[in-house]
């Protein structure tokens, strides 16, 4: 493998990394967008700037194998990232803002998403409470009346925490 192979592989790694981290600054870069679509255009990509030179598909997996500790799957899994990097910052992008009409109602869709995202979570914590409630008694059952009387005081606790943080929710 070449010096220039080699160092074309590196910049195409740190390129995706860059692209990760700050989407925003490669959303009027179209040649790089294109070249993130497919692994047959991200081996074709070049940018003399960046030291990032085309191979063929078959080339850069092997080479990447060999030099990058992550092999060509870590490097496609960046590209993948990088790709939803892009599609987020352009969406936010074109989002509007807030005084607009078209912006107060995607604002409106964020936080109506945002707010099924936290119910779900919560649904999901409930039940997990209730899994440990079920556990619990099961141990306190099996144990001694020292356990026993522990464990209903306990739960008599973690019922009455459990309702003043959800009050629709009895466990």
């Known amino acids: 493998m070449s010096n220039t192979r080699i160092k074309s592989i590196q910049a195409l790694e740190t390129l995706l990394l860059n692209i990760v981290n700050d989407p925003k600054a490669f959303l009027k870069e179209k040649g790089c967008i294109a070249a993130l679509k497919s692994q047959r255009k991200l081996s074709a990509y070049q ?97 001694d009346e020292k356990i026993q009387a522990l464990y209903k005081k306990d739960m008599k606790r973690i019922n009455s925490l459990l309702s003043l943080s959800h009050p629709t929710h009895t466990l």
């Open 47 to 143: 940018n003399d700037d960046l030291a990032i030179y085309p191979c063929a598909l078959n080339t850069l997996k092997a080479n990447a194998d060999q030099l990058l500790s992550r092999g060509y799957s870590g490097l496609d899994g960046l590209r993948l990232h990088a790709l939803e990097a892009i599609e987020s910052a352009k969406q936010i992008e074109t989002r509007g803002n807030k005084t607009t009409k078209k912006g107060a109602i995607n604002l409106l869709k964020e936080k109506e998403a945002e707010i099924v995202l936290l119910q779900q979570q919560n649904m999901h914590l409930v039940l997990i409470c209730q899994e440990l409630k079920r556990i619990a008694h099961t141990y306190a059952s099996s144990g």
